[in-house]
Nanobody
Framework: QLQLVESGGGLVQAGGSLRLTCVVP????????VAWYRQAPGEQRELVAE???????HYANSVKGRFTISRDIAENTVYLRMDSLKPEDTGRYYC??????????WGQGTQVTVSS
């Protein structure tokens, strides 16, 4: 089964930055939406950032102005740039892709831990 592959997570101090990378298999095409979600321990998975055609972006209020989602179509890669990180940003971050033929794909996630 096709799966997205995330990387770039790690341990960072509050105020620091990370860039998450999501590689999308080239067999996945007709992509409508790319997004990043996160899940903290004991919490539900929540939407962090989303990008849909034609390059419209949406961010959770908690990350607006600090996080930036982007996509390199030629490299089949989705990024999440995270600046001014806070301890409450800690969680497992998941990449998500939705296609025009109604298939959705997830990755295994990458852990982000922000220390105070």
């Amino acid at each position: 089964q096709l799966q997205l592959v995330e990387s770039g997570g790690g341990l960072v101090q509050a105020g620091g930055s990370l860039r998450l990378t999501c590689v999308v298999p080239r067999d996945i095409n007709s992509i409508n939406v790319v997004a990043w979600y996160r899940q903290a321990p004991g919490e539900q998975r929540e939407l962090v950032a989303e990008m849909s055609r034609p390059n419209q972006k949406h961010y959770a209020n908690s990350v607006k102005g600090r996080f930036t989602i982007s996509r390199d179509i030629a490299e089949n890669t989705v990024y999440l740039r995270m600046d001014s990180l806070k301890p409450e940003d800690t969680g497992r971050y998941y990449c998500y892709v939705s296609t025009s033929y109604f298939r959705n794909y997830w990755g295994q996630g990458t852990q982000v831990t922000v220390s105070s």
